[in-house]
């Protein structure tokens, strides 16, 4: 099962929260749940800089506010502010493109916390593999590596799968590599679960980062 089942998904409301709570009209909720994706898309997309591990949205009648967790909030904040007053403008935006002309009236408060143990955040770990694969550098000691540290942070297990033209070979193919417990149909294991993709010269390299916290 633990091979079937998303993590993440199977660990809701235990170790797991949901990442968009609240107010969700019966009537336009397939709009606020589709502004909501492209919403999170485009920061993570624009925020990759900042280290970006998670976007936790909450909405309310007239109200939005999103709790972004990052590894340098000072990017992300800007001088004085700057930048999440652009952060709002770029949300406005999105929600207007859903069709309710209401949604540009909602309040937008941005929340930016920081990521005490990056190395613990299967986002994090997936995307500066991703990075280092399309640097070209050797896919085997990046697995090594990573491995060392997310567990010299204090993690119980990690696992690590590669899938796709890996180093530039004419034929796809799956490497993994793992360290530790990781106990993946066990509910009471806390489980971060990512995965993200590295366009390297050669062609799509998937990452797959499971970390036993």
Do not use: C
């Not at 009209?25 to 999170?40: E, G, Q, T």
């Not at 990017?75 to 406005?92: A, C, F, N, P, Y």
């Not at 209401?102 to 408060?109: C, D, F, L, M």
């Amino acid at each position: 099962m633990g091979q079937k089942v998303n993590p993440i998904a199977l660990r809701l409301g235990i170790h797991q929260e949901f990442k968009s709570v609240g107010f969700y009209p019966k009537k336009s909720y397939a709009k606020n749940v589709l502004k909501d994706i492209r919403i999170r898309d485009a920061l993570m997309n624009k925020l990759r800089h900042a280290g970006i591990g998670d976007i936790i949205i909450e909405r309310s009648q007239n109200h939005i506010k999103l709790t972004i967790y990052v590894t340098k909030p000072g990017v992300v904040i800007g001088r004085g502010g700057s930048g999440l007053e652009i952060l709002k403008k770029d949300i406005v935006s999105l929600s207007k493109d859903g069709g309710n002309e209401a949604s540009g009236e909602q309040k937008i408060e941005l929340k930016v916390e920081p990521i005490k143990e990056p190395n613990l955040n299967a986002r994090i770990v997936a995307s500066n593999i991703a990075e280092q694969l399309i640097r070209r550098m050797p896919h085997r000691r990046v697995m090594k590596q990573t491995i060392e540290k997310v567990m010299g942070s204090g993690a119980k297990g990690v696992r690590i799968v590669l899938s796709g033209r890996i180093a530039g070979a004419e034929i796809s193919r799956v490497e993994r590599n793992q360290a530790g417990k990781l106990s993946l149909s066990t509910i009471r294991e806390d489980i971060d679960f990512a995965s993200y993709p590295a366009l390297t010269k050669s062609g799509y390299i998937g990452v797959k980062v499971w970390i036993n916290r």
